[in-house]
């Protein structure tokens, strides 16, 4: 049956080519735009994960810009540690050249002064935005490292690096040491010279003449290891409610748990409460040993003994500071170099992340173009197709008028 009020063909052929017309524009919007989910009515699901995940994208290029400038502070403050090393170990060389007999100590000690003038400077100047990691007044730097998603639920977590304290304050003697066997002190300082096989010794910490106070500190050298002992307001406070242990039992209790955690081969350490604040030492090891040890006052700063140091007057005193503040500075040198290597390796990780994020967010909404071209040139087909079928379909009608001739 044939209508000229209804054209079936026609109907037919204009829905094929709105269907072929509306993939055209698909395909044409992925072309133009890269996507093929450009807008959440692509695919409401794809698009809405793609948006998250770029958006932690965008955090981890501030946590990277946080990474670097975190990097140059402490690397800063790493050359600044290596650096004073340097000068301490230079120190260390005049030092040890004033123990000979003839030798113009004045002019080995004018050499001192001018080194420890320089690394003043050196320490005043290792500053980078500011903040000044080797000086003592920072106690820690927080490094914006990741964005830790757990749930719905995303913390910035950072990488704490501890500031080192190579500054120099106001130094005050206390004389709190005292010693027996074979040793030398001048009531901060002293070296204990322990025999191989079975050498003893013993040294006593004392009230001193001054009182302690919170941050005095006792540094130890045991061959080449060192302990330390910084003295805490609970310490003094005990102290002073008159309990059963005084600062030095403190002091001398905790110095013989760091010494013990050591494992130094053959050493042994005793310690007697009735003799408060004294510690007595066994070398039963084969080699000989030195310990060597130095009060600091809670306002002298890691260096600050650097002014009591007097070649002039006292050698061995100045050697045992020395040896001190170098194991100071190499500590500090130390850490600020294991923190900027893992800073380092925080960077290297969220470069890698970054990227493998955006290649995750690019497979779930990039337009394959390869594809996208074979489609294009289908669906233009298509369409030529299409209106040629829709021409054929509109000029059925005329062929009823041939009926009525």
């Not at 009608?397 to 009926?403: D, E, H, N, R, T």
């Amino acid at each position: 049956m044939s209508s000229i009020l209804t054209n079936t063909g026609a109907m037919v052929a204009l829905q094929t080519m709105k269907g072929i017309n509306s993939n055209l524009n698909k395909v044409q919007s992925e072309i133009s735009t890269g996507k093929s989910v450009a807008s959440a009515k692509d695919n409401a699901a794809v698009w809405a994960i793609s948006k998250v995940m770029e958006s932690d994208v965008k955090g981890f290029d501030g946590i990277s810009d946080s990474l670097n400038l975190g990097n140059s502070t402490v690397t800063v403050a790493r050359q600044a540690a290596e650096t004073v090393t340097d000068l301490l170990t230079e120190i260390k060389g005049k030092i040890v050249a004033a123990q000979g007999a003839n030798v113009d100590r004045n002019k080995i000690q004018a050499d001192i002064d001018a080194l420890t003038g320089q690394i003043g400077s050196v320490v005043g100047a290792a500053q980078f935005n500011g903040l000044n990691l080797v000086d003592g007044n920072t106690a820690s730097m927080a490094v914006l490292a990741s964005l830790d998603r757990s749930g719905s639920t995303t913390v910035a977590s950072s990488i704490t690096v501890n500031g080192q304290d190579l500054g120099f304050g106001t130094y005050t003697a206390n004389d709190v040491f005292s010693t027996s066997g074979t040793a030398s002190t001048n009531g901060d300082t002293f070296v204990l010279s322990l025999d191989g096989g079975g050498g003893t010794g013993d040294f006593t910490v004392a009230d001193g003449t001054n009182a302690w106070v919170a941050g005095d500190k006792i540094s130890l050298r045991l061959g080449e290891k060192s302990v330390s002992y910084t003295v805490t307001a609970d310490d003094v406070d005990a102290a002073n409610a008159s309990m059963s242990n005084t600062v030095p039992d403190m002091i001398a209790v905790g110095l013989k748990n760091a010494i013990d955690s050591l494992g130094i081969d053959g050493l042994v350490v005793n310690y007697d409460s009735g003799t408060p604040g004294q510690l007595s030492f066994v070398n039963d090891g084969t080699n000989d040993m030195s310990v060597n040890g130095q009060y600091t006052n809670a306002g002298a700063g890691g260096l600050g003994a650097l002014s009591q140091i007097n070649v002039v007057s006292n050698t061995t005193d100045a050697l045992t500071r020395i040896e001190t503040m170098l194991q100071t500075a190499v500590n500090a040198s130390a850490e600020l170099g294991s923190a900027q290597k893992r800073i380092e390796i925080q960077q290297d990780f969220v470069g890698k992340l970054a990227d493998a994020m955006k290649t995750g967010i690019g497979a779930m909404v990039d337009a394959d173009m390869e594809e996208a071209s074979a489609r294009l040139q289908a669906l233009q087909t298509q369409q030529q197709l299409g209106i040629q079928s829709l021409s054929i379909a509109n000029q059925a009608p005329q062929s009823i008028l041939s009926l009525f001739r």
